[in-house]
């Protein structure tokens, strides 16, 4: 016997028994969100393709004191993404097939991301960004995904994965910025030292050591006392 009674849990409708099983069908409500799914999957290959994009840019363009650390850390993120890319993407044409993959369409995409990140200001502050918008994107994808109960074992481990990767990645760009930090206060630090202590024909010259303000002190100028701690730096003294 069939009833007609139907109920929708979830955006999928259910309803009848038919010899014994229960059958169910997707709603409109149901198709909606899993075309949510397929464009947040989507945005998210568009954006792990703009951080390949991205983190091979500021690779090229390392500079300064910590060039060689950055060359090699924005390395290591760009070299994790060509296999979460093309995973991902095979996952999409494995699940609403490949003519939902569009070249044009990911270009589009990631230009989109790229152009809003190199906004962000400094080198590690455009990854910083781009590492939130990614998680950020991955979590709501995921959890769309499971509402619309689309979320199958290996889509869930494939999200999964590629969230773990950039949590880790996140932190590493998070003490890089921490260091930018703190040579800044440094260098003000020194500044500040300078403008005091280093005065023309003293025999005292300043300057920025590891951490810390070093203060080189002419034999002349041997019998001058300085502090241990001066402008939130320790104070090291050294003979010129």
């Given at each position: 016997m069939e009833t007609s009674t139907k109920w929708v849990i979830g955006g999928v409708s259910f309803g009848g028994v038919v010899g014994g099983l229960w059958w169910y069908s997707?709603?409109?409500?149901?198709?909606?969100a899993k075309d949510d799914v397929?464009?947040?999957?989507?945005?998210?290959?568009?954006?792990?393709?703009?951080?390949e994009d991205l983190y091979r840019t500021l690779h090229w363009g390392s500079s300064g004191p910590t060039a060689y650390?950055?060359?090699?850390?924005?390395e290591r993120a760009y070299n994790a993404l060509p296999k979460q890319i093309d995973s991902l993407s095979e996952r999409i044409a494995g699940i609403y097939g490949s003519d939902v993959l569009s070249a044009d369409q990911l270009a589009r995409r990631a230009a989109g991301f790229v152009a809003r990140w190199s906004k962000a200001g400094a080198p590690v502050q455009q990854a910083l960004k781009s590492e939130a918008?990614?998680?950020?994107?991955?979590?709501?994808?995921?959890?769309q995904a499971k509402g619309a109960n689309a979320l199958s074992l290996g889509l869930d481990d494939l999200l999964m994965s590629i969230s773990d990767e950039h949590e880790a990645i996140v932190y590493l760009f998070r003490q890089r910025a921490q260091g930018s930090a703190n040579r800044g206060a440094l260098q003000l630090a020194v500044r500040q030292a300078q403008d005091s202590w280093q005065i023309p024909g003293s025999g005292i010259r300043v300057g920025a050591g590891k951490g810390f303000i070093e203060v080189a002190v002419a034999p002349s100028?041997?019998?001058?006392?300085?502090?241990?701690?001066?402008?939130?730096?320790?104070?090291?003294v050294v003979r010129a």
């Open positions: 997707a709603s409109k409500s149901g198709s909606r397929l464009e947040g999957l989507l945005s998210v290959q568009g954006a792990l393709r703009a951080q650390a950055d060359h090699l850390l924005y918008e990614v998680v950020a994107l991955l979590r709501s994808t995921y959890d100028a041997s019998h001058l006392g300085f502090p241990a701690k001066a402008y939130g730096f320790p104070v090291k």
